[in-house]
T-cell receptor
Framework: DGGITQSPKYLFRKEGQNVTLSCEQNLNHDAMYWYRQDPGQGLRLIYYSQIVNDFQKGDIAEGYSVSREKKESFPLTVTSAQKNPTAFYLC???????????????FGDGTRLSIL | AQSVTQLDSHVSVSEGTPVLLRCNYSSSYSPSLFWYVQHPNKGLQLLLKYTSAATLVKGINGFEAEFKKSETSFHLTKPSAHMSDAAEYFCVATNSGGSNYKLTFGKGTLLTVNP
């Protein structure tokens, strides 16, 4: 079955440590996205990429970094500069816009990051 | 600027009764609108989408939504709630025909279904 796989499901970070969240998709989608979800705040965009080797900052990129070396992979690194990293992180992908309307994004099952 | 307002943070219904989750949007352009559902510790699943075709949109699991431009609303309904409908629901907007990276999310409505 086609879909988006995020790993690990749960992740713990120590102070001063960088951690990397994995996101892989086999939907052949060009665009991939990372969101952060906090209770009562909906989803906020961290980074997005519409093509390999290119990515753009979203609304809350500070303290995060990404890479897009392969079409199917878009890992997110939460750096020690991110002072409040505890959240649920969601990866999504979509085709690029075609014709009228926009294409929906497909989401993985998320990674919950906590501070030790 | 685009914005999405979900008018209720929490809706509670009894099993078998109708569901109404309200969403208003504001946009300078013709929007594309989506409803997503999220079960605990899961990702978001697309329920339905409006992209300037029919104003009444049917989705999965018996849900439907009606786009009303005059009221700038896109409310989600279901005639009869099921226990499995208990989840959080997000109304989402983006600009039709533009780059689809910029989704604007509502803050979510938690639906509780009582037996």
């Amino acid at each position: 079955d086609g879909g988006i796989t995020q790993s690990p499901k749960y992740l713990f970070r120590k102070e001063g440590q960088n951690v990397t969240l994995s996101c892989e998709q086999n939907l052949n989608h060009d665009a991939m996205y990372w969101y952060r979800q906090d209770p009562g705040q909906g989803l906020r965009l961290i980074y997005y990429s519409q093509i390999v080797n290119d990515f753009q900052k979203g609304d809350i990129a500070e303290g995060y970094s990404v890479s897009r070396e392969k079409k199917e992979s878009f890992p997110l690194t939460v750096t020690s500069a991110q002072k409040n990293p505890t959240a649920f992180y969601l990866c999504a992908s979509s085709t690029l816009p075609q014709g009228l309307g926009n294409q929906p994004q497909h989401f993985g099952d998320g990674t919950r990051l906590s501070i030790l | 600027a685009q914005s999405v307002t979900q008018l209720d943070s929490h809706v509670s219904v009894s099993e078998g009764t109708p569901v109404l989750l309200r969403c208003n949007y504001s946009s300078s352009y013709s929007p594309s609108l989506f409803w997503y559902v999220q079960h605990p510790n899961k990702g978001l699943q697309l329920l339905l989408k409006y992209t300037s075709a029919a104003t009444l949109v049917k989705g999965i699991n018996g849900f439907e939504a009606e786009f009303k431009k005059s009221e700038t609303s896109f409310h989600l309904t279901k005639p009869s709630a099921h226990m499995s409908d208990a989840a959080e629901y997000f109304c989402v907007a983006t600009n039709s025909g533009g780059s689809n990276y910029k989704l604007t999310f509502g803050k979510g409505t938690l639906l509780t279904v009582n037996p």
